[in-house]
Structures are given as structure tokens and as C-alpha cells.
């Protein structure tokens, strides 16, 4: 990936984190880089078949089109998901 895409995807991400709240909805920790993108109702999709880039913008799709997101922290969202099946 060159170093714009990279710049871009960093920017879309930080963006549509500001967008969801900018801190854990569960704990409320502000640590942006503990900070993960969670599914509230689980995601239809493998996030690890996916680039960076796709990943993001799918993301932003979603967002856009109602999906319920919202951000955990990394403890948080390990708990959130834990025995959760996906798609």
C-alpha cells in the first residue's frame, strides 16, 4: 500500500471514529488507539478477507446506511464478542 492510501485510510478511520463518539461506549475510555469499530448486532463479513482500505469503506457504507456501530476499546470489545458467532 503506498504511503497516501495509507494516510487515507488512517483519515477515513479517525473520521468515522469521531463520527461513532471518540471513546469506548462501554468503559468510556477516550484511548484512540485502543479504540475498535464494533458491530452491535455482529457483522455479516471477515474483516481479514478484506484490505485496510475495503475494510474501512465498508465500514463507512455501513454507518451510512444505518448499521449499528459504535467503538470498544480493545478489553471491551474482546468481551463484547467473546463466543459470538459471524457470518
Do not use: K
Not at 488512517?10 to 471518540?22: A, F, K, T
Not at 481479514?48 to 449499528?68: D, K
Amino acid at each position: 500500500m503506498s504511503p497516501a492510501t495509507i494516510e487515507l485510510v488512517q483519515q477515513l478511520r479517525v473520521d468515522l471514529m469521531i463520527e461513532l463518539g471518540s471513546c469506548c461506549a462501554r468503559c468510556g475510555d477516550p484511548a484512540f488507539e485502543l479504540l475498535e469499530i464494533n458491530h452491535v448486532d455482529g457483522r455479516p463479513w471477515s474483516p481479514r478477507r478484506t484490505s485496510r482500505l475495503q475494510r474501512v469503506l465498508t465500514y463507512w457504507r455501513e454507518y451510512r446506511s444505518g448499521v449499528r456501530l459504535n467503538l470498544l476499546c480493545r478489553p471491551c470489545n474482546a468481551q463484547d464478542g467473546g463466543g459470538r458467532r459471524y457470518a
